[in-house]
């Protein structure tokens, strides 16, 4: 059955008694040092939990694995040099969702996202999260919607960057709700994070994984999530379901992939030792500190999940009327 969009939150880490590791410290793979490409900077957590997993495959398969930092391009360097590998098991991408957005954000990219690349699971996820200067005279959702409303035109929302997700997840909320709402890009979480507090843009939407740390430290006021459920760590954040918005459900995930054409053998004993990984508690504690929640996938799924999301995005920048990027 092909996972529906609007819950693929909810999935928890596939039951994993009945999939058998794949053989200890194998002989026949890797036959040569495996090139993991990560389209972001390193330190971050889509970074981190990369590695984590990274570390975990040596210590079953043995071999070698080499973590490849190519954050420039807004992800689509590293998509393109990971579309153009041999697909050997021996190239390995984490994606994000850039990889579903940019197709739409930027023109003439020398990949496509659904022909290109063979899915193996999705990793985590961490919803988006609205929130606010403590000052704002708004306690919810419904109030923020009412003060916009009288004033339209005055107030802005931040975002990490024109075409982020978390723009998108802003820009769906803006146009379901009719708000004169002004967008304010941002170069990342932190500069996003630090003009809210201080009061330049009044809103911002972002994953809740970049907002945790100011929103325990009671700098940002959380008014929702849009996850389908309310987060494990952050339970007291309403969802935007509860607010009367059921369709602002959206997310930041993380996944991995092959380049297209890779035998089915070899995505299955990834796909697999992930499951068993992300399932560990260890790893689901790991995520949890990070605001991620673990979320795994077959690779039928998460492609259904690419092709439907490439389309989701799409009418959202078109309806937005959010222009192309050069790359």
């Not at 930092?69 to 041999?86: M, S």
């Not at 579903?100 to 020398?110: E, G, M, R, T």
């Not at 459920?229 to 991995?256: C, L, N």
């Not at 920048?317 to 192309?324: E, G, L, R, V, Y």
Request: charged fraction near 15%; proline fraction near 8%.
């Amino acid at each position: 059955m092909p996972l529906a969009r609007r819950d693929f939150l909810r999935i928890a880490a596939a039951a994993t008694a009945s999939l058998p590791a794949w053989p200890a410290r194998s002989q026949s793979y890797p036959a040569r040092p495996v090139r993991i490409i990560v389209p972001v900077t390193a330190g971050g957590p889509v970074d981190v939990i990369t590695r984590t997993i990274v570390q975990q495959l040596f210590e079953r398969w043995g071999g070698q694995f080499h973590v490849e930092n190519l954050p420039t391009g807004a992800g689509n360097v590293a998509a393109a040099i990971a579309a153009k590998a041999p697909a050997d098991g021996h190239t390995v991408m984490t994606v994000t969702t850039a990889l579903v957005i940019n197709p739409s954000l930027y023109a003439n990219l020398s990949y496509d996202p659904v022909r290109d690349f063979a899915p193996i699971t999705l990793v985590g996820a961490s919803p988006h999260v609205l929130v606010a200067h403590p000052a704002l005279p708004a306690a919810n959702v419904r109030e923020l919607i009412a003060l916009v409303k009288d004033s339209p035109g005055k107030y802005s929302y931040a975002s990490p960057g024109t075409g982020q997700s978390g723009q998108l997840a802003g820009e769906m909320f803006r146009l379901e709700c009719g708000l004169d709402l002004v967008h304010v890009p941002f170069n990342g979480a932190t500069p996003t994070i630090t003009s809210t507090i201080a009061g330049h843009t009044q809103i911002a939407f972002m994953s809740l994984a970049a907002a945790a740390g100011s929103i325990k430290a009671g700098s940002l006021r959380a008014l929702a999530v849009t996850s389908a459920r309310r987060s494990e760590v952050f339970s007291e954040i309403p969802t935007m379901a509860e607010a009367g918005f059921p369709d602002q459900q959206s997310a930041f995930w993380q996944g991995m992939v092959f380049p297209a054409g890779i035998s089915r053998d070899i995505t299955d004993r990834w796909y697999r030792n992930i499951v068993q990984i992300v399932a560990s508690p260890e790893m689901r504690q790991r995520l949890a500190a990070m605001s991620f929640e673990p979320v795994t996938s077959s690779p039928e799924d998460f492609g259904a999940l690419i092709k439907a999301e490439v389309q989701r995005w799409r009418k959202v920048i078109d309806h937005a009327n959010i222009k192309k990027l050069d790359q």
